[in-house]
Each structure stands twice: as C-alpha cells, then as structure tokens.
C-alpha cells in the first residue's frame, strides 16, 4: 500500500469539512434564534406586567371612599391571563382575587408571599403554571367594592400577575421547529455540498485518474491537458503535469538515442582494433605489418578518448552556472583563436571584426574559448582547404553577439534540425559532440546559438550572450 493509497480524499475532505462548517453555522444561527426569540417573549411578558402595575396604580389613585374600585369591572380591562389580587396586612391576607374561584387559596397565599418583599417582578407559580409577577404598594388604602352587592374592603397591596404558560410553550414550539427545520436544512445542505464539491473539484477527480493512467514510462503527450482546463487552477496544474510528462519523455527518448548512437559510434573503433589484433595473432608477424596495426590501434584509441572527453565535457557543461563566474573579455578570446587559426591552418584566410575596446560577459574563459574553437575546427574540418573565416564581434542594448562564418562548403537542409544533437555529424567520421558542447556552454550562461548554412555557399553561427 502506497503513501498515496492510504492519504484520505481531498474530495472527502472538502466536502466533510464543508459540511460540518455549514452545520456548526446552522446550529449557531437555530440556537440563536431560540434564545432571542426567549428573551424578547421574556421582556414582552415584563412590559405587560409592568404596564398592568401603572394602570392599577392609576386606577387605585382615581377612587376613594365615595367611588371605591370595583376589582371586577377593572379585571375585565385586562387580558384573560392577568390575575389580580387585593391584600391588606401589609399583603400578607388576601382581600379579594380574580382567580379565587379557578386557584386554590395556598396559591393566592404562595403568590402573596414571593411577591410582598419586593416591587420587582418576580417569577412564580399559580395553578401549577408559570406566571410573572409584582407587587404594587399604595401610598393610602384603596377601597374596592361592588355597587350592586355593597360590598366592600381596604387593601393597601395589590398584586398583578400575568400567565408565562403562553410564552413558555411558544418558546418550546419555536425551539422545536428551530430543530427540526435546521436538521432538515442540514440534510439538504449536505446533499447540496456534496453535489457542489463533487462537481468543483471534478476536474481534479478526471486529472488524478488521468495521472494514474500513464503507467511507469508514458510516453510524451500521452497527458490529454484538457483534463482538468474548467478552472484556472486546475488547467495550470494539469499544464505542469503534462509538461513533466512530456519533459520526462522527451529525455528517456533522447537517452535511449545517446546511448544507441554513442554505441554505435564506440564499436566502429573497437571493431577496428580487434580486427588488427586478430590479424596479428592469425598471421606471423613483421615489422611493417605490426607497425601498420599499432597506428591504427593508437589513431582509433585517440578516437575513443576525443569522444569519452567530449562526452565528459558535455556533461559538464550543465554544472557551469553553479561555479562563480567572471568578467571574460570576448574580443580577446577572438583574437586569440584568430591567430591559432593562422599559425594551425596558414593557407587559411581569416578576416575579423573586433572592437579594440574590451566587451566583457559574465561566464569563464577556457568554456568560451572551447566554444569558439570548437566552431572554428569545425570550419577548418568541413570548409575545404582554403576556406575564409569570418569572426565578428558587437554589442548592444540587447547584449553581446560573436559571429563566426566561413565560405566553405556549407550544410545541407536536411541536416538543419539535428545539428545540434548530441552524436549526431553532417559529415562522416565526425564525432557530433562539437556543436552538442557548443549549445550546452551557451545556453548555461543564458545565451543562445544559431545556425545558417546554405550548401556551396557556407555557414554562419551566431552566439549571443546577455
């Protein structure tokens, strides 16, 4: 089981996590609701109680003796859960009660004694119901009475209480629907979650499928890169994949090509020198046939040692930028190579083009004077005996440019593509590393090299530094 196989699903994960945040925000916002909606029943119960308070106190303080209160006629002024009692002892004896006749007496009483010690309202209990409650102290005795019967009292507390049952069960429907409404909406933002996930992060679903798909050794474009192109992120993504894909490709291919060419190119000498050593082995030897099989022994080693020390210098050539480069001046490089060409090859012309003053890269000296001699040998090589070179050398805003032509031979157009290839020559015996290495010092100082040829005209390569 793989690292990958036992890591959880970004999938899963998304949309449980998103699933569990909206829940959390749906249980907040329910619980919320409850409770607000529990403290504004809860002040709407307080303002009532306190309102009925001020009308008895109002009521109380507009009667006297000759006009006493009727309790009755002002109990059916207010709402039919409001209980109104009359006390006087200082409100511990009851006087007169509009739920005598539906409370037992030790209710009234209970109610009396919560509520005379305090003029806040207090929470009680009439009937086995909840109730809300104050107390109300007259300045002077009230006197209550009944016009029609002639009845009457004094009392000097009154007590005003108003039923909570109403507000409490409202309370409970609320936080029942609360619940159920939000486990139903938790139910369908699940499933809309998950729908909505699923279908945001399919791109990456198709992409890892496509991934998983390639096999050890895909081969270069086999990563469809619309896999996963609904998104910007998602395109990026499969973009960088495919361009590893194909990258990676691209390489295996070329080392399976480096590794046949170079193969073939090691077993021409070897076949040479076991040749001659099997035929100095087969045949008595002689002092000219021995000397004849050791040169050629010795010219095919120096063949192989040129192209294992080209190979070498290849690979090389990628380590550069991780050296400290200096300030290398080209013109006098040029110059140089130049005069090696005249004193190597003096029936060879060579015309330049230098500024005197110096022009200066950043990169090492022996790299760059390998890369122009390498150019020129090959001129000298493929340009016939008389070729003219041409080195030329400018500067400008854009950086520095070296051009080395020649009016040689030339290269035919169907070699064009592959001149740069590693093992790969336009010309026979040639080793095809030289232009290989050319390329690989160029382009690790962050230049680049270009080639025109035209056969029986000649060729132009054209080096440019920033």
Not at 180 to 198: E, S
Not at 209 to 220: I, N, S
Not at 337 to 360: K, Y
């Amino acid at each position: 089981m793989t690292a990958s196989s036992r890591a959880p699903s970004m999938v899963s994960t998304v949309r449980t996590r998103t699933v569990a945040v909206v829940c959390a925000a749906l249980s907040v916002i329910s619980i919320a609701a409850v409770v607000g909606l529990s403290a504004l029943v809860d002040v709407y119960t307080q303002r009532h109680v306190d309102l009925a308070a001020r009308v008895l106190d109002f009521a109380a303080s507009s009667h006297d003796e000759t006009n006493p209160l009727d309790p009755v006629d002002f109990a059916k002024t207010l709402p039919r859960n409001t209980t109104v009692i009359f006390a006087d002892r200082g409100g511990t004896h009851t006087v007169w009660s509009t739920s005598s006749s539906r409370s037992a007496e030790s209710d009234v009483d209970s109610l009396l004694r919560q509520c005379a010690p305090t003029n806040d309202i207090v929470d009680a209990t009439m009937g086995g119901h909840p109730v809300r409650a104050r107390a109300l102290r007259f300045d002077n005795p009230v006197v209550i009475g009944n016009r029609t019967t002639g009845w009457r009292a004094t009392a000097d507390t009154a007590v005003v209480a108003l039923g909570a049952r109403s507000a409490t069960k409202l309370t409970r429907v609320m936080a029942a629907v609360a619940a159920i409404t939000g486990i139903a909406t938790m139910i369908g933002a699940a499933a809309a979650t998950t729908v909505l996930v699923r279908r945001t992060m399919s791109p990456l679903t198709r992409l890892t499928t496509a991934v998983q798909g390639l096999g050890p050794r895909p081969r270069a474009g086999s990563l469809p890169r619309g896999a996963g192109s609904r998104f910007r992120e998602a395109a990026t993504l499969t973009e960088a994949i495919a361009d590893l894909v194909d990258r990676r490709a691209r390489a295996e291919e070329e080392l399976r090509e480096f590794i046949a060419n170079t193969s073939h190119e090691l077993r021409t000498p070897l076949t040479k020198i076991q040749g001659w050593s099997e035929l100095y082995f087969q045949r008595p030897p002689t002092a000219v046939h021995t000397d004849r099989a050791m040169q050629s022994i010795v010219e095919e080693c120096d063949r192989m040692r040129a192209m294992i020390d080209g190979l070498s210098m290849l690979a090389r050539a990628q380590e550069i930028p991780e050296l400290a480069t200096e300030d290398v001046d080209v013109c006098a490089l040029c110059r140089t190579v130049a005069e090696d060409v005249a004193v190597i090859s003096p029936g060879c012309r060579v015309r330049t083009d230098i500024p005197e003053q110096p022009i200066l890269i950043a990169a090492h000296s022996d790299r760059i004077t390998q890369v122009l001699r390498n150019i020129v040998g090959n001129s000298l090589v493929h340009g016939g005996p008389d070729v003219c070179i041409g080195i030329r050398v400018a500067a400008d805003s854009h950086g520095v440019s070296i051009d080395v032509t020649d009016d040689g031979h030339g290269i035919p157009a169907e070699h064009h593509p592959s001149l740069f290839a590693r093992n790969y020559s336009a010309a026979e015996g040639g080793s095809g590393l030289g232009l290989a290495i050319v390329r690989a010092i160029v382009t690790s100082y962050g230049g680049d090299v270009s080639l025109r040829s035209v056969a029986g005209e000649g060729t132009a390569v054209t080096l440019h530094f920033p």
